[in-house]
């Protein structure tokens, strides 16, 4: 079955830090990869996604490229900043699936 | 445009009580889905409806859980005889139709707590 595996929070960080967030994958088919962000008290947001190998989401100064070859979809940033504090999820769906499949969360905590 | 709407935000329910979540998807949405959050964990799928069908329940408890999309108003995710361990956020979300790799809008979720 489909799984994502992710990097363990919390991540603490100063404003204008690089931030990477790991995310693996294992899927039978070649699934959409996703990200999504759930700042405090409020539900998930689609942060970014990409339905294809080598394809590359970007959104709001974040990137994920989608790697076949290592099952990897990693989230980077350049350059961080306070109001990117939330929860990050890793998420995917097989090709035309309505399920989404999702990795435990990453916390990070962005300080001035 | 309103997005999808859940309530309440937070439920407190003393074990063995019902727990009653409503979703009000997203204008021109036809398609519910209902996720569980448990502590430590990502969102899991329980269950899919469409307008007075259940598509898929494959990621539902089969006791104790139940869950409606009604020609009429939002659809209600049913808990009952509530246990400790029932205690979650449960996510709602909605798609105009069923393309999870576009991905769909989500709620903020209701919090419910069994005490």
């Known amino acids: 079955g489909n799984s994502v595996t992710q990097m363990e929070g919390p991540v603490t960080l100063s404003e204008e830090a690089f931030l990477t967030i790991n995310c693996t994958y294992t899927?039978?088919?070649?699934?959409?990869l996703f990200w999504y962000v759930q700042y405090p008290g409020e539900g998930l947001q689609l942060l970014l996604k990409?339905?294809?190998?080598?394809d590359k989401g970007s959104n709001k100064g974040f990137e994920a490229t989608y790697r076949k070859e290592t099952t990897s979809f990693h989230l980077e940033k350049g350059s961080v900043q306070v109001s990117d504090s939330a929860v990050y999820f890793c998420?995917?769906?097989?090709?035309?699936?309505?399920?989404?499949?999702f990795g435990a969360g990453t916390t990070v905590t962005v300080r001035a | 445009n309103a997005g999808v709407m859940q309530n309440p935000r937070h439920l407190v329910r003393r074990r063995g009580q019902e727990a009653r979540l409503r979703c009000s998807p997203m204008?021109?949405?036809?398609?519910v889905y209902w996720y569980r959050q448990l502590p430590e964990e990502g969102l899991k799928f329980m269950v899919y409806?469409?307008?007075?069908?259940?598509?898929?329940e494959s990621g539902m408890p089969k006791e104790r859980f139940s869950a409606e999309f009604p020609k009429e108003g939002p659809s209600i995710l049913r808990i009952q005889q509530v246990v400790r361990g029932d205690s979650a956020a449960y996510f709602c979300?909605?798609?105009?139709?069923?393309?999870?790799?576009?991905?769909?809008?989500f709620g903020s979720g209701t919090r419910l707590t069994v005490v």
């Open positions: 979300a909605s798609s105009q139709e069923s393309q999870g790799n576009y991905g769909y809008t």
């Open positions: 899927a039978t088919g070649y699934p959409s």
């Open positions: 990409a339905t294809k190998a080598d």
């Open positions: 998420a995917l769906s097989d090709r035309d699936d309505y399920k989404l499949s």
């Open positions: 204008k021109g949405h036809s398609h």
């Open positions: 409806l469409q307008k007075e069908n259940i598509i898929d």
